[in-house]
């Protein structure tokens, strides 16, 4: 049995877990993370409702804003606010796919990984 299995139940995980590095919500707390760059609870129900939807490591996540909105209960113009905040905070990228008639968004997660790795060093070093 997985620890996630332990905790939640199997029945619970069946469909799923997300895999969360506990730094990222250390980041905000971190004394490098300047005000502007901190993320606030709207933007962090977004980032982890698209980390939910990254099930495989090689492609990247693509849920539409109306799923995300529905999942976070936020309104479609609120997740299009944050997704944008955390583009503009250099968080996620979004790599536009298809024509305007099919056009779907993916997420890239590179710039918070690469944030959170310079973070871990950081705290590794001891400062």
């Known amino acids: 049995?997985?620890?996630?299995?332990?905790?939640?139940?199997?029945?619970?995980?069946?469909?799923?877990?997300?895999?969360?590095?506990n730094l990222l919500f250390r980041l905000n707390a971190h004394e490098q993370t300047k005000d502007y760059e901190r993320i606030n609870p709207t933007e962090m129900i977004v980032l982890l409702t698209i980390l939910s939807h990254w099930i495989n490591p090689q492609a990247q996540p693509y849920p539409g804003i109306e799923r995300i909105a529905r999942y976070t209960n936020l309104s479609g113009r609120h997740v299009r606010r944050a997704i944008h905040s955390l583009v503009a905070k250099k968080y996620l990228t979004i790599h536009r796919q298809g024509d305007m008639d099919s056009r779907r968004n993916s997420?890239?997660?590179?710039?918070?990984?690469?944030r959170l790795a310079e973070v871990a060093k950081i705290l590794a070093e001891g400062h």
């Open 107 to 114: 997420f890239s997660f590179r710039p918070i990984i690469e």
């Open 1 to 21: 049995m997985w620890p996630s299995q332990e905790r939640w139940g199997a029945e619970t995980t069946r469909l799923g877990f997300t895999l969360v590095p």
